[in-house]
């Protein structure tokens, strides 16, 4: 079955202390990207991936960092969490057919609190 | 920089009482507008792409129509199963970002 995982789907933690939030996708897609989706705000773009190796910020990428080693995989690492990251967060993928990205496969999403 | 503006927030409506959201954007050029349907606490599920202007697409009891400012998702005959937030999102010319609307949520009651 194609589709985007998210691990985990809950995670409650303090600030300061590392984490890792890993998606992976099954679907051989070039792009890949994260989104939080905070009430009243909407779905906000964090960081995106073209390809392998190749990341970029999106709208809000402060306090995050990710990487793309591998096409499937495009973890989200937030190296001190804050309150203010207390958040739902999604991954998606979709594919590039060179005159534009096709539509956004979302995962079920990540529901973090940051106490 | 991308808009995306949806209206109405929330729209409640009688099982069968057809009815129409709205997305107006702007976008320097527009490379692709999406509608996605998202259910409490899960992912975004992809409905519609329209990518130019007069464009319409149809699934089941929906159709996404498309002008230079504007979408629009017609609901016929809604079910209450239908009852979800919709999301529009479009991608400009040269960007690889995706700008969402904050959503219509709408409520179908039996």
């Known amino acids: 079955e194609a589709q985007v995982t998210q691990n985990p789907r809950y995670l409650i933690t303090v600030t300061g202390k590392k984490l890792t939030v890993t998606c992976s996708q099954n679907m051989n897609h070039e792009y890949m990207s994260w989104y939080r989706q905070d009430p009243g705000l909407g779905l906000r773009q964090i960081y995106y991936?073209?390809?392998?190796?190749?990341?970029d910020k999106g709208d809000v990428p402060e306090g995050y960092k990710v990487s793309r080693k591998e096409k499937r995989n495009f973890p989200l690492i937030l190296e001190s969490p804050s309150p203010n990251q207390t958040s739902l967060y999604f991954c998606a993928s979709s594919s590039n057919r060179g005159v534009g990205y096709n539509e956004q496969f979302f995962g079920p999403g990540t529901r973090l609190t940051v106490l | 920089e991308d808009q995306v503006t949806q209206s109405p927030e929330a729209l409640r409506l009688q099982e069968g009482e057809s009815s129409s959201l709205n997305c107006s954007y702007t976008?320097?050029?527009?490379?692709?507008l999406f509608w996605y349907r998202q259910d409490p606490g899960k992912g975004p599920e992809f409905l519609f792409t329209?990518?130019?202007a007069g464009e319409e697409k149809e699934k089941e009891r929906l159709k996404a129509t498309l002008t230079k400012k504007e979408s629009f998702l017609h609901i016929t005959a809604p079910k209450p199963e239908d009852s979800a937030t919709y999301l529009c999102a479009v991608q400009g010319a040269g960007s690889y970002q995706l700008t969402f609307g904050k959503g219509t949520k709408l409520s179908v009651i039996p």
């Open positions: 976008v320097s050029g527009l490379r692709g």
């Open positions: 329209l990518y130019s």
């Open positions: 991936s073209m390809n392998v190796e190749v990341t």
